[in-house]
Structures are given as C-alpha cells and as structure tokens.
C-alpha cells in the first residue's frame, strides 16, 4: 500500500465498523430467536388472519432481514467515506 | 450474438435480459395456445424441458471463455443487482423449490424453521464475511484460509471441509433434478439422473463462473415465474386478489376451521409438535451460520466489481430469496386448504371411492416412488384404495387422517391439484429444473475450483500455465459431476435432510476460521487449523455416530445421541467447539507476524483494490 493510513485513523474506523456490526447482529438476534420464542403468546393476536406469532416467522422476520443487510451497506458506506477509505 | 449491441456483454444486461423475458413469456403463451389446440400434454412437457436446457445451453455457450479470472471469478465485473439474481438461483436449490412447501404443508409453524434459517444467515454473511473476502481477491475460500493461516496444510484443511460439505449438496441436487426429470418425462429414474447432469455440465464446464453467473441470472427468472405464478393463481380464485403472500391469512383461518370440522389435532399454526422449542431453534441456527459458510455461496460475492457492490449485492441476493420464501407459506396454506376442502365439504367427512380425485392415482402409480399413500397403501388403483380402507372400517369412503402426501411432490402437484392447465403445470416442472440444475452448477464450480486451482496450481505443479489450470479444471468437473450421479443413483436419503447435513458440516469447519480470521488479528496459524478441524471433526462424528452408529449400518441400535439433538442440527455442537479451540490455540501460541497483522489491517479498509494479484 503506497498510502498508509494513520494508526489512529484506521483504529477509530474499525471501531466504528465494530460497533455498527454489534447494533446490526443484535437486532438480527432478535428477529432470528428472540421475539419467535413468544411465538404461542403473539398468536392469540390475529391480523388479516394471520396469527401474528406464524406471521412473524412466516414473512415478518423476512422484511426485517433484506431492510436491515440495505441498511447496513448504506451505513457502512458512510463509514468509510467519513474516514475517507472508500473506494474511489 | 446477432444484436449489434455498442460496448461489451455487461453494458447491454438490461437489453439482453430483457429480450429473454420477452421471449420466455411468448414461449409460454406459445404452450397455451398449443395446450387449447389439444396438442398432447406429453409434448408440452417435453418442450418446456427441452426449451430451457436449450436457452442455458446457449448461454453457457456464449460465454465460453479462455481467461483464468473470467473462469474463476467472471472477469470480476457483475453488477450487484445481478450477483443478486445469481446467487438467488444459486441459493436456491430442488430442496427449496420442491421440498419447502411440501415440508410447510406437512410440519405447519415448525416447517418455518427452514424459512427462517435460510434467510437471515444473508445478515452473517453481509456484515462479517463477504465484503472482506471480496477485498482479499481470492479466487476460492480455500485460497482466502491459505493465504492468513500460513500455507498449504490450512488450505488443504479448507479443502476437505469444502469437499465434505459441497459433494453431500451436490448429490442431494444431482438427485432432485433427476427426479424431476423422471416425472416430467416419463423416463427411468436411473437414466434421468444423467440428463439432468447433462443440463448441469453444459453451463459450467465451457465459462467456468462466467457462464454459471449469466445462465443462473436466466435460471432464477424462470423459477421465480413458475414459483408465484401457481400461488397467485390460487389466490385469485380464491379471494379475487392476486397477492397471495397477503391473502393466504384468510386460507389460514380457512384451514383452522377445517381442523375443527376434520378433528384434525396438529394445528397448521401453533408451534412446537413435531420438534421441541430446542430443535427448532438449533436449527434455525446452523442453516444460519451454515449459510454463511457454504463456500459456493460465498465465492459468488468475489465476483463483484467493488467491495461496495458485494456488500449491496448481499442485500440484492436476500431480496430475490425473500420473493420465492415468503411465498412458500402461502404456497402450503393454499394447497392445504384446498386438500381439505375435498374432505370438510362431503357426506360425514370422508372422500367417496368414486371422487377420488385422477391426480391421485396419477401421482400415487409412480413406480419407484411412495407419493400418495391412502389407508397404508399406495394408491395406484380405485380398488386397491377401497379395499385397503374397507378393511380398516371406511365403508362410505376415508377420512382426511388416512391421506398421507409426500413432502417433495406438493409443489409438483399443486398445479394439476387446483385444475390449473398443462402449460402452468410444465413450467412448474420447468421452475424445479432450473432451481437443481443452478444450485448444482454452483457446487460443482466451487468444488472443481478448489481442487484444480488449490490442490493442483497452488500445491502440486504452481508453475502450470492458465490453459493449463483450466484444462485440469474442466476434467475434475466431469469427474465429480459424474461422482455424484453415482451416489445419487443409490437414493441415499431424503433431500431435505441431506442439504441440512451440508449446512452443519459448512457451518461446523468453516465458520470460526472465516470470521475469526477478519475479526480478531491475535488468531494464530495453528489456531486457525485447529479449530477448523476440531469443529469439523466433531459435527462428522455426531452426524455419522447419530445416523448410523460406528458400523455405519442405519438402525442397528449404536447410534449414539447428545441430549437428544437432530443430525440436521449436528452443527450446534461444531460451531462453538471451532471457536474455543481456535482461541485457546490462538493464546498459547505465539501472536502473528507483523506482517499478518499489516495484511489483516489492510483487508478491514476497502480502499486499495484486490490485495491478492492473480498471477495469470
């Protein structure tokens, strides 16, 4: 690498890559296990339905996963550029 | 191409892509028109069969290619919105398009562990893996763990689990294109299994990633279409609105009062009858992280442009899953209700012996096969049914209870079930074709890739030159394709079970090497090695121990069990098992090199291009 970032540089970005992987696998965690384990209590709400336990493991949880990996490239992206290692 | 197109293959996507929907939908309005025409229903099949292998033929044709990157990684220049499409049908496998439904059909809530497992691990592979992999330059996983473990003896680990998680997939493929191929066109089992791996080395072995990536993206169209077009059909009928992922609420409710009327005591919707809370969610967990370890999906992010398109093309690759996912719950809720409607609307709730419905005795007469079993047998004739069923105490007719479907024949049949015509009923046939041929084209790829640019370039003959290497890698292809129709020929298991294996083996060797080696500089070469070893040794000797016991004979009352834990879950135990192996060996060993630590430092950052140069 002919231009080597500043340690300090490279430390606060990957920190900050760090911490947006946490937030984003904490709420990953949450719609992959969490909420299905009070799958019997969400079914006694029913919508169009949809038990809403059934719903959440059927599509719910889905929607979450594609808005949240979209999400994240975006924040991500800024990341990188506010430390200016994106790519050109 | 005859087109005169300005600027090369990938400036004119959009134009090309969409002359091939044009043409695949006059294709399909062709069939018909021919259908109306009382043309024979034998031929319809017959055309749609030969019609998309020919269009993937040319394809796979048409970008023949001579170039190492173009062979191993596609010239490294697909947009990420058709990554997207590709690994949607690369991902997407005969399990997914024939058995999900089917297995949703039969299990209700707890079947949606599969839908579950297999979309969220996209999050894993998105934010810890895939654009750090793709920063690397490798050509394959194995490369990536050579290069930041120290050489040949953790590449040649990575090989192994590679080999023993993609050659278990690709036999389960190998054998649901063959089946499909089977009852589509009337063929012998036996033989239709090598049709179908005629349809899969026509696309690889010529243009390598390059041509699997463009004949993938025309692969996931037809799936996709003969995937929704059955489910919205149904919904149109039923409830006038063509958007079943909406209105299959309503066939739920439907389907609850049916099994009040039917007393049928496992309810669609409430969850935990046939796996307990802990299997479910075991399993959930290894489809996850095995996603997020299968080399063949991993490798279709290093074909990516930038890292910034492979980080996007994960979001992309989710959205194309997520329309075929979220509609198989619909696609069971539709069919369930409309079985049980034969039953709830007649006299004492039992089918008559004389509306037996002809897709029955259809289905049930295949040889070979136990599809449609009614009162314990297999219903092949009227007589033999109602003799079964008079002898168990059913004068009038059966019940709903003694109907038992075959999970991987729903989606199949769902079409002739509903009275939709031949031509809908063969694009099925057609969708489930692509959906094996693709995920197959993807998992010969990674296999052959390993093995002629790892095991040979890189550690038997590196001074080999490209025309070589591809040489040798388009034999191993026809060497392992025809492998697995072997083993598929000898119906190991059933599908299902099978890809789940390939996940907890994926997820067991491959997982903690992967994300450790991005995410924590202080792992060691033998660390790295030892963990990939110990988790991939521990889930082999679950799965075997648990499966068959240690003479390797099924039932034979060896097998042994840890807390009562699936062999499809067989990864919970590798998983963590890799990971504290390679911390411990990280921390009794020595810390890496400067030089490591300055390699992992420069993968976290996008910026710099490739780091690896393929030397060509």
Redesign the interface.
């Known amino acids: ?1 002919s231009d080597k ?1 500043p340690r300090e540089v ?1 430390e606060a ?2 920190g900050k ?1 760090r911490n947006l ?1 946490i937030v ?2 904490t709420i ?1 965690a949450i ?3 969490f909420i ?2 009070f ?2 209590a969400l ?1 006694n709400v ?6 809403l ?3 959440m ?3 719910g ?3 979450i ?2 808005v ?3 999400w ?2 975006h924040r ?2 800024a990341i ?1 550029e506010e430390f ?5 | 191409m005859a087109l005169t197109m300005k600027g090369d293959f990938t400036d004119n996507l959009g134009k090309i892509y969409g002359i091939y929907v044009g043409g695949f939908a006059a294709f399909v309005v062709l069939m018909a028109v021919l259908a109306q025409l009382g043309v024979p229903d034998r031929f319809i099949l017959w055309s749609y069969m030969a019609a998309t292998i020919a269009i993937y033929a040319f394809i796979g044709i048409m970008s023949r290619t001579a170039q190492v990157s173009e062979y191993y990684v596609a010239g490294r220049s697909v947009p990420a919105v058709y990554n997207g499409m590709a690994t949607g049908a690369d991902w997407m496998s005969g399990a997914s398009f024939v058995g999900m439904a089917g297995t949703l059909f039969v299990l209700g ?1 707890d079947g ?1 562990a599969f ?2 497992g297999w ?2 691990g ?3 592979v ?3 893996l895939a ?1 750090y992999l793709r920063k690397f330059g490798a050509y394959t996983v194995p490369d990536f763990l050579g290069t930041r473990y120290g050489g040949n003896p953790a590449r040649l680990v990575g090989i192994i689990v590679l080999f023993a998680c993609s050659f278990t997939y690709i036999t389960a493929q190998v054998y649901a294109s063959g089946i499909i191929a089977s009852q589509f066109l009337g063929i012998d089992f036996e033989w239709a299994v090598f049709a179908g791996l005629a349809g899969i080395l026509v696309c690889s072995m010529l243009g390598g990633m390059k041509a699997v990536t463009w004949t993938q993206v025309a692969q996931y169209i037809v799936l996709i279409v003969a995937y929704l077009l059955p489910a919205i059909w149904m919904s149109t009928v039923q409830f006038g609105i063509p958007i079943p ?2 209105t ?6 439907q389907i609850a009062e049916y099994e009040a009327i039917l007393g049928v005591v496992k309810s669609h ?3 935990f009858q046939t796996y307990s ?1 802990m299997d ?2 075991f399993l ?2 290894c489809l ?1 992280v095995g996603t997020a370890s299968l080399p063949h999906i991993l490798m279709r992010f290093f074909t990516t442009p ?3 398109e492979a ?2 093309s ?2 992309w690759s ?2 194309f899953i ?1 329309l075929l ?2 509609t198989a ?1 619909a696609y069971a809720a539709f069919s369930k209700m409309n079985l049980m409607s034969l039953f709830a609307g007649a006299e004492g709730n039992l089918l008559a012996y004389s509306a037996i419905p002809q897709w029955m005795i259809n289905w049930g007469s295949i040889a070979g096969h136990q599809l449609v079993t009614i009162c314990g047998v297999k219903a092949e004739t009227v007589a033999a049914i109602q003799a079964a069923c008079e002898a168990k105490g059913f004068a009038a007719g059966f019940p709903y209870a003694e109907l038992r479907l075959n999970n991987d024949m729903i989606v199949l049949s769902t079409p002739s079930i509903a009275g939709m015509p031949i031509w809908v009923v063969g694009l099925v046939g057609a969708g489930g074709f692509a959906a094996a041929l693709s995920t197959a084209d993807g998992l010969l790829l990674a296999i052959a890739n390993a093995l002629s640019h790892d095991v040979y370039y890189k550690m038997i003959d590196p001074k080999a030159d490209s025309k070589r290497r591809l040489m040798v890698s388009k034999i191993l292809l026809v060497v392992v394709a025809l492998a697995a129709a072997f083993l598929a020929r000898t119906k190991p298991s059933d599908i299902l079970s099978m890809v789940s294996w390939a996940f907890s083996i994926a997820a067991a060797g491959l997982f903690a090497p992967l994300v450790l080696g991005v995410w924590w500089k202080r792992t060691t070469n033998i660390g790295g090695i030892a963990g990939m070893a110990a988790g991939f040794l521990v889930t082999m000797y679950y799965l075997i121990g648990n499966v068959y016991g240690f003479d390797l004979v099924k039932g034979t009352g060896d097998e042994i069990s840890w807390f009562g834990v699936q062999s499809i879950s067989s990864g919970i135990f590798g998983v963590p098992v890799a990971f504290i192996v390679t911390y411990v060996v990280s921390m009794i060993t020595p810390a890496p090199s400067e030089e490591m630590q300055d390699f992992v ?2 993968l ?5 291009g490739n780091m690896m140069v393929q030397t060509h």
């Open positions: 690498m970032l490279a970005h990957w890559t992987m984003t696998l990953w719609f992959s296990f299905h384990m799958v019997t079914n029913v919508i169009l339905g949809f038990p336990g059934f719903y493991a059927a599509q949880s889905l929607i996963f594609v949240l990996i979209f994240f490239s991500q992206n990188d200016g290692v994106a790519e050109d | 809530y949606l839908v579950l979309t969220g996209y999050v894993l998105a934010v810890l654009p992922q909406l299959y609420g309503g066939a739920l409710s919707v409430v969850p809370p479910y969610f959930i967990f996850m930038t890292v910034r980080r996007k994960v979001g989710l959205f997520f996912y979220f719950p430092d420069r976290r950052l996008p910026k710099g």
